[in-house]
């Protein structure tokens, strides 16, 4: 048996056998799985944005977003306008919520104009601004979603993350952490500030709305400033479209 | 022991204790360190690795006769990348919130030392049902280890178990933190990870006849 799995031809016939196989038989699932994993990521963008602005299934201290079979139907009934703002020009586009942010990022790296998605909503009589942001975790990219009023005062936020540890920076999508983003000002003294994951703060009640701190997850350092840092670089952009709103 | 012969039994009972892939074999430590901080987390890692080295073994056992052996490490990758990543993909198209939760482990399954470890060590050169309960086996033996040193930390780091507070609340002071008691912190960090696995290993020696050495 050994002689014939030995020889030098039947390694290289074995290889490119297996690289046809394998590699065929992967294309295949990835195209053939393709549909079904685009409406489940269409599906979850929604669920974010309605998340975001305070439309899920929480009860206490649990965690859910809005059913699956139902997010459609409440996005169009809470999400009134979606907007694109280029060159601190807003326009309508209702499509605004499949914007690639990561694409956007780099169109701006390159110097060339970036597409601000930013997506308006009704709840009892209330306004939410909800803009989407992306930025590096310790591991790989974490992104989110952040409800503002027109005074850029946080009204909620959703995180995710694509491999942060889990127990550590993966507990940025954790209730405990994303709920006391909301009523923190991103503004000061009429300036951007946004918001810091401070390791010093001495209000780990979160009482203190205009610190522009919430207190940081133990071990989770660096994605906690990754958090900070996009919070703070990417709705900076949004500022000169909430200066027309005043 | 009507199913499984005392031979075959042993391939399951053999890596839970005596020759257990973490504390005896020091394999598969790095992600042991890595995802036990949370018990929720240690329980979904060893039941993706229960999975792929389950049907990995079997792969590579059904395979063992025409693979060449200059290229069997790369083929053994091949094979449980491959696996890994079908599995993400129907989890994705299927259970998309599962797959969500399991997507940090993907990577760290592909290079989970004991998967290789078992592929080259027994499934090259046993037949797929005896593979299929080596593998199931040393799984178990890693799940046990995994689950083990997952609860602890949870426990004495964040003091809650699955996400609940078992101990009371740290910040409106309940339960046991009402009488002083302060959750360790440093549990939460991988070099704890490393001393929970080191006094495993240093109980199970001193209690375990067959692993004393003189």
Known sequence: MSNKTDSNSYTVLFAIGMVLVVGALLAFTASSLRPMISANQKIEKQQNILYAMGINENEGSSFAFVSKDKVEGEFGKYIKKQLVIENNVPAEDDKAYLIDIKKQQTLAKDGKVRKLPLFVGEKDGKTFYIAPIRGKGLWDAIWGYVAMDKNMVVQGVFFDHKGETPGLGANIKQRYFMDDFTGEDLMSNGQFKGIAVSKSNNDPKNEDKTDNEVDAIAGATITGDGVAAMIKSELKLYVPYFKTLK | ?214
């Open chain 2, 1 to 214: 022991m009507g199913l499984l012969s005392k031979k075959d039994a042993k391939l399951i009972t053999d890596p839970l204790a005596d020759n257990n892939p973490i504390t005896i074999q020091v394999l598969g430590i790095c992600s042991a360190l890595a995802i036990t901080a949370e018990l929720q987390a240690s329980i979904v890692m060893s039941i993706s690795v229960l999975f792929v080295l389950g049907v990995g073994n079997v792969v590579i056992s059904l395979m063992r006769n025409i693979i060449p052996s200059k290229i069997r490490i790369i083929v053994q990758l091949i094979v449980v990348a491959a696996l890994v990543i079908i599995v993400d993909q129907v989890l994705k198209a299927f259970a998309y919130e599962l797959s969500k939760t399991l997507s940090v482990f993907v990577g760290l399954i592909i290079t989970n030392c004991i998967i290789m470890g078992r592929f080259e060590a027994f499934a090259l050169g046993n037949g797929p049902w005896r593979s299929f309960l080596d593998g199931i086996g040393n799984a178990l033996g890693y799940a046990v280890i995994l689950v083990t040193v997952g609860f602890f930390r949870e426990l004495l780091g964040s003091g809650t178990l699955l996400g609940f507070k078992v101990l009371g609340d740290p910040i409106e002071k309940t339960g046991l933190y009402a009488i002083g008691y302060e959750n360790n912190g440093f549990m939460l960090l991988s070099p704890m990870a490393l001393i929970v696995v080191g006094i495993i290993i240093w109980v199970q020696r001193s209690r375990n006849k067959a692993l004393i050495e003189d």
